[in-house]
């Protein structure tokens, strides 16, 4: 993509609008208005793109960590940061992701993806491994309606009774006579008593297909989560998600933002926004620059606070963590449920990418625990559910792994193969004692101000401020944000992405020909050992200064 630079005398005079922080929604809304004509400015005070969405290498969390538990300085979602790394890392071979996301398949956000053409500059990668903790052990969700037919664990009258609930789940919006009572119930009471499910399977359809924190969870809510995974399976192979390459939300911004750019959208890392005069419309940078800006500013920083408080760890271990993950894969989810960690109120949720990711090493993974309850109590959960994940890859990794049982804890399915009793296997799998030990090369805990509910975004003055990150490990709510961002500036969301990009001579598309990935080819797989950012991207839109 060729660029000039330009000096600050022709471009800093005047933008329509001026946008602070390169997070998900605010490059979203920076393509949509740079595609429609509108002149933007798109600054961010880090040297990085993607904000509280981004995936930073050693050097750059190590200063993210200092400026999060800094009082004075920090104004992000973060706080109480406490970082430990291993000696003799390259701080380059890392991308540890702030806000790890995964997209369905069925989703909105996908949608814009291709639509905009911002899944050219993506590489992404299928995520068909979901698993739940329970007998001390990792079971893999039966998310198809084959994987049920084909259990061996699940009776009879429990495949009909998830049958029915699958068949009704599919369409449920059409069909609020069965569920409009309970719209505010929990939805493990409407499972059990609209559909007679035991509660292995509610807390599988919860926790591990809905990715919801807690069986508490409205039943409306819950029937849109459940779904979601549901309708998402086989769209593209037999996954329902995925991810991009060497990080998650970070990289999206990083393709919004190179699509904005291309439309003429003008970039500055490391570029804060001082203050902002509304009588005169004058925004002071750090510089010294005084920018006029004819219509809005939307900054990221004073974010609206999030009416959560989420826990975060993430843990890079020496092992590669590819007993988790399905063939041809590089990424899991694991779900430890309500009260499976010594009385945990929510789930612990754990993104588990392994090097294939292009976020660490060859023989790496790296696990994020999250878990909705906040503080020491948060802390302790993680550390318990990194425990038992830290047990189970040592025995599932194990060579030989032998233990006796008796003839009546064996019983044959009609095809002739035995069948170990689930309670004796348990006590088998607690009174594992493994022969090595885990080495751990990074660990970080973290809190971070999160979305539960929706916020719609408000601008009594020229200056509107973003909200903070959903609470969903799925990207949700992205695209509604970023239209209602884009109408508070355009008036109408009529022309949000409405671009002929067959007219448009995209020399980017030229300049990224080799990493692009056509999304539908993302089934193949594949488990390169690349990792870092993508610096054609830094090059390219980090020339373009004012």
């Known amino acids: 993509m060729a660029?000039?630079?330009?000096?600050?005398?022709e471009s800093t005079e005047t933008c329509d609008v001026l946008i602070y922080g390169t997070g998900l929604v605010e490059s979203v809304v920076a393509a949509a208005l740079a595609w429609q004509g509108t002149n933007v400015l798109h600054i961010d005070s880090n040297p990085y793109y993607g904000g509280s969405w981004a995936a930073l290498n050693l050097d750059e969390l190590k200063a993210w960590t200092d400026r999060v538990n800094d009082s004075a300085s920090n104004n992000t979602p973060f706080s109480d940061a406490y970082l430990y790394i291993s000696r003799n890392l390259d701080p380059r071979k890392y991308a540890i992701d702030l806000s790890p996301h995964i997209l369905f398949t069925r989703s909105d956000l996908l949608n814009l993806l291709i639509k905009s053409r911002v899944s050219r500059y993506l590489e992404f990668k299928p995520l068909g491994s979901f698993h739940t903790f329970e007998q001390d052990s990792f079971e893999k969700v039966p998310g198809t309606k084959e994987d049920?037919?084909?259990?061996?664990?699940?009776?009879?009258?429990?495949?009909?009774?998830?049958?029915?609930?699958?068949?009704?789940?599919?369409?449920?919006e059409q069909n609020s006579t069965i569920w409009q009572e309970y719209k505010d119930e929990p939805i493990s009471k409407f499972l059990e008593e609209r559909f007679g499910l035991d509660a292995p399977q509610i807390v599988e359809l919860v926790h591990s297909i809905g990715l919801l924190p807690s069986p508490k969870a409205p039943t409306e809510l819950a029937l849109g989560a459940i779904k979601r995974y549901l309708t998402s399976m086989q769209v593209y192979g037999n996954f329902p998600a995925m991810y991009s390459m060497y990080g998650t939300g970070g990289e999206l911004a990083q393709g919004f933002c190179r699509s904005a750019a291309v439309a003429g959208a003008v970039y500055r890392l490391g570029t804060k926004l001082i203050g902002f005069d509304e009588t005169t419309s004058e925004a002071e940078l750090d510089s010294g620059e005084k920018i006029k800006v004819t219509e809005k500013i939307i900054s990221s920083e004073g974010v609206i606070a999030g009416d959560e408080e989420m826990t975060r760890m993430v843990a890079v271990v020496e092992k590669d963590c590819k007993e988790w993950f399905a063939e041809g894969e590089s990424a899991a989810v694991v779900v430890f449920p309500v009260d499976t960690l010594d009385g945990n109120r929510y789930a612990v949720q754990v993104l588990v990418m392994g090097s294939g990711s292009g976020q660490c090493p060859s023989g790496q993974a790296i696990w994020y625990l999250s878990t909705q309850e906040s503080g020491e109590q948060g802390r302790k959960y993680l550390y318990v559910a990194l425990e038992k994940l830290e047990e189970t890859i040592l025995r599932e990794s194990t060579e030989n792994f032998e233990f006796d049982v008796n003839e009546e804890e064996i019983s044959y399915l009609p095809n002739g193969l035995p069948v170990i009793s689930s309670v004796r296997l348990g006590e088998s799998l607690r009174n594992f004692?493994?022969?090595?030990?885990?080495?751990?090369l990074l660990k970080l805990t973290y809190s971070q101000k999160v979305t539960v509910s929706p916020i719609e975004p408000t601008a009594d003055s020229k200056v509107i401020y973003t909200i903070a990150p959903s609470i969903d490990l799925a990207f949700e709510g992205?695209?509604?944000q970023a239209k209602g961002l884009y109408e508070l500036v355009t008036g109408t969301t009529d022309d949000f992405f409405d671009v002929d990009f067959e007219d448009e001579d995209d020399d980017a598309t030229a300049t990224a020909a080799a990493a692009d990935t056509d999304i539908r080819d993302v089934a193949q797989g594949k488990d390169d050992?690349?990792?870092?950012?993508h610096s054609d991207f830094e090059e390219v839109a980090g020339e373009m200064t004012i």
């Open 478 to 480: 992205i695209v509604d």
């Open 433 to 440: 004692s493994p022969k090595e030990s885990l080495k751990y």
């Open 148 to 172: 049920i037919f084909t259990s061996q664990t699940l009776t009879l009258l429990t495949k009909r009774s998830l049958m029915r609930f699958m068949k009704f789940v599919i369409d449920w």
């Open 3 to 9: 660029t000039t630079t330009t000096s600050a005398a």
């Open 529 to 533: 050992d690349v990792v870092g950012h």
